[in-house]
């Protein structure tokens, strides 16, 4: 099973990696959410690949037999009524909000992951971040319900208070935001930007870059993380990537790492940004020819729209782009017909500042073997040969369009046959295969779960009975050491199984668990089939998941062959039709032609690609 959660997770290659070397660097994670709609810079975080976590908020040499590798990241509200900013995780934790392997479900929701957060903060965070009293919780409703100018004044210029009018959301809890509450001991959690540091691959792409460093290097951290602890956050002057910087700096700046003065990042309005960070620590590595490793990490299968690319803040506040919503595009059209000059400076000065294409790096470097031969190539008058190597590598994680064409064509047709044989819906075949709107299918299950009243559950959802969770869950609940509460627990309730269990429900001969591995795998292969590449998988990733839907598609009755193109993966198709001379591009290159841009900006200006 480890292996194959390797070939799933790709920020897993990492940690493993740091079992031979220690490497430091940065995560740049792609924007959401409000910061999506407002600016697109995204956030940063750093990361080190032999240090541990002390606590929550300082790192330490690590111990013997512990597993190394941490993400050290800042947020100016933490949690409610607690004065720190700095928040460290193990890196497995950070990214899957679980520190147990077993745990990390197949597909994802909201309320997967804030049943995994409570369950994490249950076993891991109890002690730092303590349950509200009543008394404490009052305190600071009635300090957060007071006026203050400043938050005010942050709210309208964060579009909070305008998005909140046009889309009032529904609180969950009586005692949000301040607090959520703990299912089996109804204890206030204390709620915060916490949230954002457990489980960050349920919520948006991502981006690993790191370079080697000695030891001693690396331990500088220490007592740099020890130092800078109690410093306040600063939207304009201290944020997450202003840490990032000054610890990289401490880090490298011995053998010539600089980043550029605050008065010249004209781009980013003298504000220090996610893109600007990394496009100097780039511009360090390429100077001084140092091999970076670029590991990207998708986000999981969700009923989340996919995330959106970062950019600088002048960009993404003025220039209109249709990924950050119907809202926000129709906004800056706006303002930019009462004034043209507004973006068309904001692009000109964004250009000017040269910033790192952070997609074409991926494309050049995403991966193992990628990242070496990419390396090469830029940095050496490389062969023909190697050349060659590199792109044959690229089509090879990658894929080609045609390859990727055929999974959907033999998706489709296995679709087709669950319809007719009563496995699916009409409601469910609707939703496949939709381009660009992956999180549809999980979003049915979601919204079937709750008018069941199974509020965040799946699994619930891909039911076309009602029925009691007890008799599905018991199967797979002994592969998680979670406790129960009133049969089953909040996280049994929320939890889509993991690979492993998902086979074992396949492999089995209840046709209810079946049914159900074969509902799970349908929307996981969907959810890749209906990205847009960028967002999508490679094809190491891919491939087992195909497989494992293969299998459970064959145990459920389904025409699927053993041999032939349909079992073939997209990495073998497309080396074929490399070394035959059939494609010389993989899909990533043609997802940038004119054509493919011009349809996915039309889409997004339809759906809103981050509402």
């Known amino acids: 099973m480890k292996q194959f959660l390797i070939l799933t997770f790709q920020f897993w290659l990492v940690w493993s990696a740091s079992q031979a070397r220690a490497a430091v660097g940065i995560v740049i994670y792609e924007s959401k959410g409000v910061d999506a709609r407002r600016t697109s810079s995204g956030h940063v975080a750093l990361i080190a690949t032999t240090l541990c976590a002390k606590g929550i908020d300082q ?335 690229q089509v090879r994680v990658f894929g080609t369009t045609s390859c990727w064409k055929s999974k959907r064509d033999d998706f489709g047709r296995l679709v087709a046959q669950a319809r007719e044989a009563g496995l699916l819906t009409n409601a469910e075949r609707a939703l496949v295969l939709k381009p660009g709107r992956p999180f549809l299918l999980p979003r049915l299950y979601e919204r079937t779960a709750a008018s069941q009243h199974h509020e965040g559950a799946l699994l619930m959802g891909m039911q076309n009975r009602v029925f009691e969770p007890v008799a599905l869950m018991t199967n797979f609940l002994p592969l998680y050491d979670s406790p129960l509460a009133d049969g089953v627990s909040a996280l049994s309730r929320s939890l889509v199984p993991g690979r492993e269990a998902i086979r074992q429900m396949a492999q089995g001969g209840d046709r209810e668990q079946l049914l159900i591995a074969f509902k799970i795998m349908t929307s996981v292969i969907n959810y890749d089939l209906s990205s847009e590449q960028p967002h999508r998988r490679n094809t190491d990733q891919f491939s087992p998941d195909w497989n494992l839907f293969l299998e459970a598609a064959r145990n459920n009755g389904l025409r699927v062959p053993t041999e032939g193109p349909m079992v073939e993966s997209p990495a073998d198709c497309s080396c074929r039709e490399f070394d035959e001379g059939k494609a010389t591009r993989d899909a990533l290159s043609d997802d940038k032609g004119v054509w493919h841009t011009v349809t996915r900006d039309t889409r997004d200006t339809l759906f809103g690609a981050n509402r």
């Open 59 to 393: 790192v330490r040499i690590c111990g013997d037999g512990e597993k190394p590798g941490v993400v050290v990241t800042r947020y100016a509200n933490l949690a409610y009524g607690y004065d720190r900013t700095i928040f460290v995780a193990p890196i497995r934790d950070h990214f899957m909000a679980t520190s147990d392997e077993r745990m990390v479900p197949a597909l994802s929701s909201g309320g997967t992951l804030e049943a995994m957060q409570i369950e994490y903060w249950r076993t891991h965070l109890r002690p730092y971040l303590p349950p509200f009293s009543q008394a404490r919780y009052q305190g600071l409703r009635d300090e957060l319900e007071r006026f203050d100018a400043g938050r005010t004044f942050r709210r309208l210029i964060n579009f909070e208070i305008l998005i909140g009018a046009l889309a009032p959301q529904k609180k969950k809890y009586p005692t949000e935001p301040i607090a959520i509450i703990e299912p089996v001991t109804n204890e206030m959690i204390p709620n915060g930007r916490w949230r954002e540091a457990i489980g960050a691959a349920h919520m948006r792409t991502s981006i690993i870059l790191t370079v080697p460093t000695t030891a001693e290097q690396e331990g500088k951290l220490v007592p740099f993380i020890e130092k800078v602890n109690k410093q306040p956050f600063q939207a304009l002057s201290d944020n997450c990537s202003d840490l990032v910087e000054r610890a990289l700096v401490e880090v490298f700046g011995d053998t010539g790492l600089r980043f550029r003065a605050r008065q010249a990042k004209v781009a980013d309005g003298w504000v220090t940004s996610p893109l600007s960070v990394a496009t100097d620590f780039l511009g360090y590595a390429k100077r001084e020819r140092i091999e970076v490793s670029v590991q990207p990490v998708p986000m999981l299968s969700d009923t989340r729209r996919p995330t959106a690319r970062v950019t600088s803040l002048s960009r993404g506040s003025l220039v209109p782009n249709a990924t950050q919503g119907k809202l926000a595009f129709s906004m800056k059209i706006y303002f930019n017909t009462l004034n043209p000059l507004l973006g068309l400076t904001a692009f000109t000065v964004d250009k000017l500042s040269r910033f790192s294409d952070l997609q074409r790096l991926v494309h050049e470097r995403g991966g193992g073997e990628l990242s070496r031969l990419g390396h090469t190539v830029r940095t050496s008058k490389a062969s023909p040969e190697v050349i060659h190597s590199w792109r044959r590598e």
